[in-house]
């Protein structure tokens, strides 16, 4: 994988205690669940906005994590390219989506530190169902899911549980479910309304 804005010593040193700063300022506070694993898929949810982006960012260095996230191909094209490869965009053909689990369980296979983050919704606007990609990822590559989480409304945000895939993907989304039904998004309206069923 490449080298990002995270790998940067001086950079992510710096940007730790600005990001903490920033959260502050806006009244957020920073949940941490210190777990000694090194290789483990993140859900990013819920995703509603392009804000979320912004608060994932201020989130993965004041909890001075090392992250990768999932984006989609163009956002690492043009001119701007080589800045969101910086930070951290793994570039997705959406097209593709069955290559896209073999390529990132590759990927777990290879380093021995990886923390890859996917909001499963794949968009932000509204959507009935997620996508499953993040659970096919972390069984194939025999890595947990750490329960990452933006809740705007108690303006908290950080990682929440850890669960170990079972491969019964209806039986662990169970617990998954139970956790967001509790967590509200920028714009709620655009939300999975776990609650609902």
Not at 45 to 64: E, G, I, R, V
Not at 116 to 133: A, E, L, M, Q
Request: positive net charge; charged residues 15%; proline residues 6%.
């Amino acid at each position: 994988m490449q080298k990002t804005i995270f790998h940067t010593p001086v950079i992510s040193h710096a940007m730790h205690y600005i990001a903490r700063g920033v959260l502050f300022v806006l009244g957020w506070t920073v949940q941490a669940n210190p777990q000694d694993i090194q290789k483990y898929v993140v859900i990013a949810a819920p995703h509603t906005s392009n804000w979320d982006f912004f608060y994932t960012m201020l989130l993965a260095f004041a909890l001075k994590l090392k992250v990768y996230a999932m984006g989609k191909k163009s956002l690492t094209q043009g001119p701007f390219g080589p800045v969101m490869l910086w930070f951290g965009i793994i570039p997705i053909d959406r097209s593709q989506s069955n290559n896209v689990v073999a390529q990132t369980v590759a990927a777990f296979d290879r380093h021995d530190r990886l923390i890859v983050v996917i909001p499963p919704s794949g968009t932000r606007n509204k959507v009935r169902y997620w996508k499953t990609g993040f659970y096919h990822i972390a069984h194939g590559a025999g890595v947990p899911i750490a329960l990452g989480f933006i809740d705007y409304k108690r303006k908290c945000g950080g990682i929440g549980p850890f669960i170990t895939t079972s491969g019964d993907i209806e039986g662990d989304m169970v617990e998954i479910k139970a956790f967001y039904s509790g967590v509200t998004g920028r714009i709620p309206e655009n939300q999975i309304d776990f609650k609902a069923g």
